[in-house]
């Protein structure tokens, strides 16, 4: 790994030879590649190629930035991430997990005849302070692809910081509509569902359990994810018969929801959606069962994560609520990266663990489809894209939007004599893609206008 530190770098000597023109750049990309895909090589570029954010790749080593919360509300959210991270690297290099296997494209020594390193930049859940870290990465630390956030605010930011830059961002916990809605970029792939996708996924599980024509209230993140969460509820559980009576907006990071919980209980409702995440989550659902308010409605957690189910425990028996991805899938694959996680960390991965580790093969497999990291021609391995996520089934990652079309697994919290250490909640159904998607002239897509390639 790369420290945080550094001096003048590659980038900005590409960008002096610019300033004296394109000439001298096109010298530069010509001269630097090695041998192989591409046309010149390697990955690192060069003949075929001209230099565009920071390819060409130089050297004996590429370098991968990741961006996860290290401080804030969610950085139990970060470190997973940052462990899977860590590990899918180890398996690029040395071999392991997913890589030679269910990637089959992926040999274990680098890619594209490189080894790879990486930097870490703290996001703090703040778009400004992400920004900062992945600029860093971007001009200092030379990283030719940035992956990460477990904030929809976050993942817009650093989206619109990966197009400017011809830098490829690889989304991770991402799950407000606009980060492939009117905020998408040509740059941004994601594969995490959306918000959505969320709510058409919890309708017939909520409306078997609970029946029709209920009340509910939301209370909800006050930013773009929360937001897009409430929407996104109120739009499909309305159309299945369901009235919002009310919502709320809480502060992101807010520790007691006492004085929010009160409307709630004044509101007369039958069900209420908690779209918090992370530690709010906890909090909140916590606190909601400890004002008795479980005792009287249902209560819905429309994004689950590990730290909720692991703070929460108490009070999160029969709620439901969705997850990025869950060790009770059955699938060998899914298993492999489970015993593989286990193994390196004596603890089960959460969710965004898997989500994480599938972003870094997911672009180290593009470029060696590519045959070269030159940025324009890895986005279009992606877009269109037809594969098998693993335990999920078959995805599409969608050229219109950089939406992948994927499963969405529905999560009950398990009675607490049932729960273990990271089995917490039980899989009540994994949701096909089919029954949860969209097309490209609708919802989110329809606001979507991904921008230039760069090399146009």
Not at 8 to 18: H, I, Q
Not at 59 to 88: I, K, M, N, R, W
Not at 160 to 186: F, P, S, W
Request: aromatic fraction near 10%; charge should be negative; proline fraction near 4%.
């Amino acid at each position: 790994m790369a420290d945080d530190n550094g001096s003048r770098s590659r980038r900005d000597v590409l960008k002096a030879a610019g300033a004296a023109g394109s000439v001298g750049i096109a010298g530069l990309a010509g001269c630097t590649g090695g041998s192989g895909g591409g046309g010149s090589g390697d990955g690192g570029g060069g003949e075929d190629y001209p230099s565009l954010g920071n390819f060409p790749v130089e050297g004996d080593t590429a370098t991968f930035g990741f961006t996860v919360p290290q401080t804030g509300s969610y950085q139990s959210e970060g470190q997973s991430e940052l462990q899977a991270y860590e590990l899918a690297v180890d398996h690029l290099n040395n071999g392991g997990g997913w890589v030679g296997n269910e990637f089959s494209n992926l040999s274990g020594d680098g890619v594209l005849g490189k080894q790879i390193d990486y930097v870490i930049g703290d996001t703090a859940t703040d778009p400004d302070t992400a920004r900062n870290a992945a600029s860093r990465m971007i001009n200092r630390d030379d990283v030719i692809m940035f992956t990460g956030g477990s904030s929809t605010s976050v993942a817009i930011a650093l989206e619109g910081l990966a197009q400017q830059e011809k830098v490829l961002y690889q989304c991770c916990l991402t799950h407000g509509n606009g980060t492939t809605g009117e905020d998408c970029r040509r740059y941004g792939f994601r594969e995490m569902f959306n918000a959505y996708m969320t709510a058409q996924a919890l309708v017939p599980p909520a409306t078997e359990a609970y029946g029709d024509d209920l009340r509910f209230f939301q209370l909800y993140a006050d930013y773009s994810w929360g937001q897009s969460v409430q929407s996104s509820m109120k739009q499909f559980f309305e159309e299945a018969g369901w009235t919002e009576v009310g919502n709320v907006a809480t502060p992101l990071g807010t520790s007691d929801f006492s004085s929010y919980l009160s409307q709630v209980q004044s509101a007369n409702v039958d069900v209420l959606f908690l779209d918090e995440y992370g530690l709010d989550g906890a909090n909140s659902l916590k606190q909601a069962v400890s004002q008795g308010l479980k005792d009287q409605i249902e209560i819905i957690v429309p994004l689950y994560n590990q730290l909720v189910a692991n703070n929460a425990k108490q009070a999160i028996p029969g709620v439901l609520g969705t997850t990025a991805w869950d060790p009770g899938i059955d699938d060998p694959s899914a298993d492999s990266f489970a015993q593989a996680f286990q193994d390196e960390y004596g603890s089960p991965p959460a969710g965004v663990a898997q989500l994480a580790y599938a972003q870094v093969l997911q672009y180290a497999a593009a470029a060696e489809r590519a045959g070269t990291f030159y940025p324009p021609e890895i986005i279009r391995q992606f877009e269109g894209y037809e594969y098998d996520n693993i335990g999920l089934g078959q995805e599409v990652m969608r050229k219109c939007d950089h939406q992948a079309q994927r499963a969405i697994p529905v999560v009950q919290g398990r009675p607490v004599d049932e729960q273990s250490e990271g089995d917490l909640v039980e899989l009540v159904n994994l949701v096909p893609s089919d029954q949860v998607g969209y097309e490209c002239n609708s919802g989110p897509a329809a606001k979507c206008e991904l921008g230039e390639y760069g090399d146009e």
